[in-house]
């Protein structure tokens, strides 16, 4: 996959067959998100089997032009384009948003879509906006895709058992400690890269197996409690069954891995809460809401 970053201005050209582009924050790249993809492999085929490229941004919008009500992301841009390339994407653009968020929405569709990836279709999900103070919408991109030689397909959001799939209903999943339905809505397990420090603390008792982390608070962080989860250190390819405990601080409980992971980045899966209460206990709990847990991870 093609990966395009920094100004677009200096992205393509595109490839002389064109593109079909599709754009958005895609935070999750979730079954909707997935949905929105696969629809638009269809149209790429359909148009002779042009490239399909995606369009994200290097930081969520609301987080620059209104940081209060910055959401909680699912996924860092490194794990959105591992993803958008194991579905099969042939470019993706990361866009610079504090550059392009005062270009006018012709001025981004020229400079992005037509000048930077030779766009011939573009997809976008209900309520698309773009440009300078979201003037943009879908009824301004027909327009545009009139003047600048592309169609324009608009899509509505998919459902599921638990409502419309979207990126803030697996937030709201995630934050209430229901990892087991925000993972059916991703399709996949939700995840957070965490470190375990240098000199971090262990458990509470003597050598206890359990070890503090380090959490980027930036990320959609489950609710207080006890989580059954798989855990892969970085460099170890096979994830073992382990607990991850929530609350004013995270700990992590892997006693397949005991040792050696002071100063590893850790990734974790979130499987199921197995209760509210974010305190491991003693060694006994900790045995048994291991036990627990091995039943549900096997």
Do not use: N
Request: glycine share 14%.
């Amino acid at each position: 996959m093609k990966v395009w970053t920094g100004d677009p201005r200096k992205w393509g050209p595109g490839p002389d067959r064109g593109t079909a582009v599709t754009i958005g924050v895609f935070d999750g790249v979730h079954q909707g998100h997935r949905g929105l993809l696969g629809v638009m492999s269809d149209l790429a085929l359909a148009l002779g089997g042009v490239e399909r490229a995606v369009v994200t941004f290097d930081v969520h919008p609301r987080s620059v032009v209104a940081p209060d009500r910055a959401p909680k992301m699912l996924t860092t841009v490194e794990q959105r384009l591992e993803i958008f390339e194991s579905l099969g994407v042939d470019q993706a653009g990361v866009l610079p948003f504090d550059l392009v968020r005062s270009w006018p929405p012709d001025e981004f569709v020229r400079r992005v879509v037509v000048d930077g990836l030779a766009a011939r279709l573009v997809a976008v999900g209900a309520g698309f906006r773009y440009g300078a103070g979201r003037r943009g919408d879908a009824p301004a991109l027909r327009r545009a895709g009139e003047e600048y030689g592309f169609e324009v397909e608009e899509l509505g959001l998919l459902a599921g058992e638990e409502g419309p799939i979207s990126s803030s209903a697996i937030r709201r999943f995630i934050a209430e400690g229901d990892v087991a339905a925000a993972g059916r809505l991703l399709d996949r397990r939700h995840g957070l890269q965490v470190r375990v420090p240098e000199s971090g603390r262990r458990g509470a008792w003597s050598d206890s197996p359990v070890v503090e982390v380090e959490v980027d608070r930036s990320m959609a962080v489950p609710g207080p409690g006890v989580y059954a989860v798989w855990t892969a250190p970085e460099g170890d390819e096979d994830p073992c069954p382990g607990l991850f405990s929530i609350g004013a601080e995270a700990e992590l409980y892997a006693p397949d891995r005991i040792g050696g992971l002071h100063g590893r980045e850790i990734r974790v899966l979130f499987v199921e809460r197995l209760r509210e209460d974010p305190s491991f206990g003693g060694p006994a709990r900790l045995e048994q809401d291991m036990a627990r847990a091995r039943r549900l991870l096997a």
